[in-house]
C-alpha cells in the first residue's frame, strides 16, 4: 500500500515550457487535491476532485489546469509556466470529510 | 483574505512542557477543524481533528480545544518532546464543500 505517491521529485522548467504533474493514491479515495506552498504562504489550494471525472477550482487556479480521468490519478498541467509558479506541490487525497493523506511533493523551479 | 490565520510563525518550548499552538478563523461556515504536522522534505501528516459539535478532543499527548464563539482554536501538546519539532498547520472546512483552508503554518521547536 504505497498511499499517495507524487512524479516527478523535483524538476526545474524555463519560463513558457510546460509540464505535468502525476498524483496516484492507492486507497480507492473519491476526493483529491492539488495544494502549493509557499514560504509565509502555507498550503494554498489549487484545484480539487470530488470524484473521477470531476474537477473544481480552489483558492488559486489561475495558471494550471487539472483531470481525473482514472479514480486513482489526478494531473496538474502548467501549460505556460512562469516564475511565480515555483513552488513545492502537494496532491492529497480523503475518503470522506476528514483526514487528507498527503503525497511526499514536487519541488518545481521556474527559471 | 485569510480565512485561517496562525499569527504566531514561531515557538520554542523545552523538552516536557507544554506547547500551545493556536489558530484563528472568520467563516462561521466552518464545521470541522485538522491540524497537521509536517517535517522538512516531507508531505503533512494528520494529527487530530475537531467537529463544531464538540469543544475538545484528545488523543494521547495532543488536545484541540475549540471556542466557537472567539472563532479560535488551539493545539496543545504535553509534554512537548523534542520529535514534535516540525511545522503545524490548522486546516478548516465547511460541511459539503469538500474543500479545507490551511493556515500558515506555526513552527515548533521543541529544546532538548
Known amino acids: 500500500n504505497a498511499g499517495v505517491t507524487q512524479t516527478p521529485k523535483f524538476r526545474v522548467l524555463k519560463t513558457g515550457q510546460s509540464m505535468t504533474l502525476l498524483c496516484a493514491q492507492d486507497?480507492?479515495?473519491?476526493?483529491m487535491y492539488w495544494y502549493r506552498q509557499d514560504p509565509g504562504m502555507g498550503l494554498r489550494l489549487i484545484h480539487y476532485?470530488?470524484?473521477?471525472?470531476?474537477?473544481a477550482k480552489g483558492e488559486v487556479p489561475d495558471g494550471y489546469n487539472v483531470s481525473r480521468l482514472k479514480k486513482q490519478n489526478f494531473l496538474l498541467g502548467l501549460e505556460s509556466a512562469a516564475p511565480s509558479q515555483t513552488s513545492v506541490y502537494f496532491c492529497?487525497?480523503?475518503?470522506?470529510?476528514?483526514?487528507?493523506?498527503f503525497g511526499p511533493g514536487t519541488r518545481l523551479t521556474v527559471l | 483574505d485569510q480565512q485561517v490565520k496562525q499569527n504566531s510563525p514561531s515557538l520554542s518550548v523545552q523538552e516536557g512542557r507544554i506547547s500551545i499552538l493556536n489558530c484563528d478563523y472568520t467563516?462561521?461556515?466552518?464545521?470541522?477543524f485538522l491540524w497537521y504536522k509536517k517535517y522538512p522534505a516531507e508531505g503533512p501528516t494528520f494529527l487530530i481533528s475537531?467537529?463544531?459539535?464538540?469543544d475538545k478532543n484528545e488523543d494521547g499527548r495532543f488536545t484541540v480545544f475549540l471556542n466557537k464563539s472567539a472563532k479560535h482554536l488551539s493545539l496543545h501538546i504535553v509534554p512537548s518532546q523534542p520529535g514534535d519539532s516540525a511545522v503545524y498547520f490548522c486546516?478548516?472546512?465547511?460541511?459539503?464543500?469538500?474543500?479545507?483552508?490551511f493556515g500558515t503554518g506555526t513552527r515548533l521547536k521543541v529544546l532538548a
Open positions: 486507497m480507492n479515495h473519491e476526493y
Open positions: 486546516a478548516a472546512s465547511a460541511g459539503g464543500t469538500y474543500k479545507y483552508i
Open positions: 476532485s470530488v470524484g473521477e471525472g470531476t474537477t
Open positions: 475537531i467537529s463544531s459539535i464538540k
Open positions: 492529497a487525497s480523503t475518503l470522506n470529510h476528514n483526514e487528507q493523506f
Open positions: 467563516n462561521s461556515m466552518f464545521d470541522y
